[in-house]
């Protein structure tokens, strides 16, 4: 049986904070279908955009969206749903110790090279799917 990387503990820490990750267009586009929503009605409900970045609202120091866990999940930015599998961490296991002190539910039992074994088959077949 393969090991598993990951395994979120819905700890909410990568859905707070001041600021969230940047959508680009399809990123809009997907929220908008998920949401059942035109751009402007998402925009007045859930963005801050600021010139031409846009990010999602933040209420009570977390995104708009986080109750007890992602209520837009199929609709999420792509970098959320990056998060935390990130391609960096094949580069420099500074960046594996980095993320993983933000992110509990990485399995850092197996260490960095079997860690890293398991993320590129995950990435490779995220990649078939278009998520990166
Ligand atoms: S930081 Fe990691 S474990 Fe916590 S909610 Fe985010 S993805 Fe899940
Ligand atoms: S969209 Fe979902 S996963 Fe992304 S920051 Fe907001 S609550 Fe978290």
Known sequence: ?????????????????ETTVSL???????MCDHLQMDFDEVKE?????????IQMKIVDGHCIFYDKGCTVHPGRP??????????????D??????????CPGINQEIGYKRFCEGLSKVLAEKEKTGWL
């Open 1 to 17: 049986m393969e090991e598993k990387i990951f395994e979120c503990q819905q700890c909410g820490y990568c859905c707070h904070g």
């Open 78 to 91: 792509w970098r959320c749903a990056q998060w935390p599998l990130h391609q960096s961490i094949l580069a």
């Open 93 to 102: 296991e500074a960046n594996f110790r980095a993320i993983t002190a933000s």
């Open 24 to 30: 680009n267009e399809d990123d809009v586009k997907r």
């Open 45 to 53: 409900r859930y963005l801050r955009v600021t010139g031409s970045t």
